[in-house]
DNA sequence: CTGTTAGCGCTTTCAA
DNA sequence: TTGAAAGCGCTAACAG
C-alpha cells in the first residue's frame, strides 16, 4: 500500500499538502483546515454550516483555505451527529433490474421522487444484499422508508421498528400498526372479471405476478383483495374459481414475464378466451406473444390488464385495463412518510385510493 | 421535548430498559449491549461481524441479549470506520420524477441494478437538492457514483474528485481524465437522418431533448456528436442544418414533451414531413399528439426516435428508431465503477457501444 | 478468546 | 466571536 502518512497530530501542514499531490493521499480533514487557518474545529464546522456565527473574514478565510486545500467535509461524520441522512429509501423485495422491469415501479418512484425534491432528499433503492432483504435493511443509511411487495409481518417490518426508523408500506394489508396507502384493489379486480363474464367469457385465465407462496389460499394483501374481487364477481355469475375454465398461474411482472406465461396459456384446457393479467406488463407480454403466435387480440383472445401504466393506451389494440393512481400512490405513501421523519405524528394512517376500469380495445365479446 | 434520560456514563441498565418502553427512547447502542452482557464493545462487535472471534457461547448470549434489548448496529458509526456506505449513486441534474418520466432512465438504472445486485450494493439517486445538485453531491452517503446528463468540466466533477469518490460518466463527452460510457451517437444520428432523406424527406424537424444551453452551436457530449451525424448526412445529401425545411427544437425527453412539441411542430414554415426525435419518448408523444390530431402515422408525418425502447416496437405504428443497448450502458458504467470503488485500477477508460438503425413501420417514402 | 485503547471526522453545548 | 471538550456509535490494532 504505498507509503501512507504518519497520523501525528503536530505533523507539518506543508507535508499534507506535498502528500495531497501525490497518488496515496489521507483525506484532508476539518482539523487540517482548521490548523492551517489557525483556527478550532468549531470554527470551521461554523464556516460551513453556520456562516453567520463567524466575523465574515474569518468565515471567508477558512472557507479560501478549505477549498485550497480541497476540503470537503465528511457527509457521515456529519451524519452521525445529526442523526440525518437526507435520504430515504424504498425497499424491494427483488433486485433492482426486476423492480424495475415493470414500468409499474418507475412510475411510483416518480411519485416518491416528487416529495423527495420537495423535501431536498434523495432516495436509495434497496434491495436483498447478497439475498438477504434483512441484512439490506439494517444497513441502510437512510432517514426512513417506504416498503413494497412486502406484508405487514415481514421481518424487516421487525428490524425497522428496531433500527427506529419512520416507514411506510405500499399494497400491504392495512392494519392499525403500521402506516400504509393501497388501492381499491377489491373493487378494481371485481369491475374486471365483470367485464370479460359480460363479454361472454367463461374460460379465463388469470396471470398473477409471483407471490413467493404460489398457493392462491395463501395470498395477502393485494394479491388477496384482487382474488376477492374476481370471486365476488365470479359468484355473481354463479361461478367460482374452481370452474373447469377457470385458471390461475403466476409470472414475472414484466413484459418478459407476460411473453413467458403465453406458452403455458396455450396448454391450458379448455383453451383460455380471455386472459386476466395482474399488471399491464403482463398484459403486453401475452399481446406480443399472442400476435407473434398469429393470434389475434381481441378478436381469438381478450385480454384485460391492471394498472394503466402510461403507455398501456398506446398499444395496439389499447389495452382494457384498470387503471390505478400509481404516481399518486408513491406520492401519498412519500409524504406520509415525509410526516412521520419529521416527527408531524405517530399514528398509523391507512390511504386508499381509487380505481376505475378502462374498457379499451384489448376485449371483444366471446365469438364476436 | 418530553423527558430525556440522561446520558450519565454510569447509567443503570434497568433505567434504560424502563425507558425503552416508552415513547421517547434513546436508541440502545453496541454499550448497553456490552455492559448487559459483561463484555467490551468489542466483544459484541465480533458477535455481530465476526462471530467466528468469540466462543460461540460468549457470540450466542451477545446476541441474545441484543434480541432482547431491541439493538442494531448504528449503520452510520460503522460507515464512519469501515469507510464504505454498501451504496453507490446515480447523480441526475434533473428531480427524479423527471428523471424516470423517460423510460430510458429506468432501462439504465436496470443495468446498474444488476451489478449492484452482483455487489450486495443499494442504488441512491441523487437528485439537485433544493436546486443545488453540487450540494447533493457533497450530502450523497455513498462509495462512488455513475454521473448522467452533465459534462466532463462540470463542477460536480470537481466536488466529486475534491471528495475523492470514483466515478463513471454516462453519454459525456471522451477525455483523458474521466472514466466513461458513451454509444455512438455520431453513426446513429448519421443513419437515421440518411434514412429520412432516403425516404425523399427535406422537410425534418429535429426535436433535441433539452439541452439548456438552448443553441445547437453549442452542443457538447452525446447531442453534440449527435448532432454532428445529421449534418454529415445532411451534407451528403447536399443541404446543411441551415437549409429552408431543417429545425431544431427541443422538449422534454418524455411523452409528454412530444404531446407538448407537437403543436410547435404544426406551426412550422414549411410544415414538416418528418419529425427526427432524439428520444423514443419524445417520439411518442409526436406520435400520440399527431394521431389525435388525426394526421396519419407514416402517411401524414413520418417519425424517427432514438433508443429503442422495450415498448417502441410494440406502438402503433411499430417506431422506426436508432437502438442503443441502454441496460448494457448502465451495467457497463456500473462495472466500471465497481473496479474504481475497489481500486482494481485508475487509468481513465473510455467504452463506446454500438447502434444499430431498426426500420420500422413509423416511416414512409414521402408521397408514398 | 477477550479487553483496552484509540481513533473515524464532525457537531455542539458551554464557557471564555 | 471563538474555542475546549465531550460526545455521536462503532471498528480495529494491539496486548494479554
Known sequence: MARFVSKTPG????????TATEQMQRRVTINDIAKQAGVSKTAVSFAFNMPGRLSSETAQRILDIARQLGYAPNPIARSLNTRRTNAIGVIVPQDISDAFSNPFFAQLVRGIGHVCNLEGMSLMVVPPMRGSLLEATYAALIDGCIV???ETDDEVVRVLRQRNLPFVMIDADASDHVTCVTVNDFEGARQSMQHLLKLGHRDI??????SFSGKVEQ?????????????????DAG????????????????LAGGVEVFNRLMQLVPRPTAVL?????????VIEAAQAHGLNVPGQLSVVGFDDLESSHMMRPALTTVRQPIKEKGQRAAELLMDLVHGRFGLPRHIMLPVELMVRKSTLRLGG
Open 277 to 285: 393479467a395482474l399488471g399491464d406488463a403482463i398484459a403486453f407480454g
Open 11 to 18: 505533523q507539518e501542514l506543508s507535508t499534507l499538502v506535498d
Open 148 to 150: 413494497t411487495g412486502l
Open 219 to 235: 395470498y395477502t394483501g393485494t394479491l388477496r383483495h384482487r382474488f376477492d374481487g374476481y370471486r365476488s364477481a365470479l359468484k
Open 239 to 254: 361461478l367460482t374459481i374452481q370452474n373447469h375454465g377457470i385458471h390461475c398461474l403466476e409470472t414475472k411482472c414484466s
Open 205 to 210: 385465465a388469470i396471470v398473477s405476478f409471483e
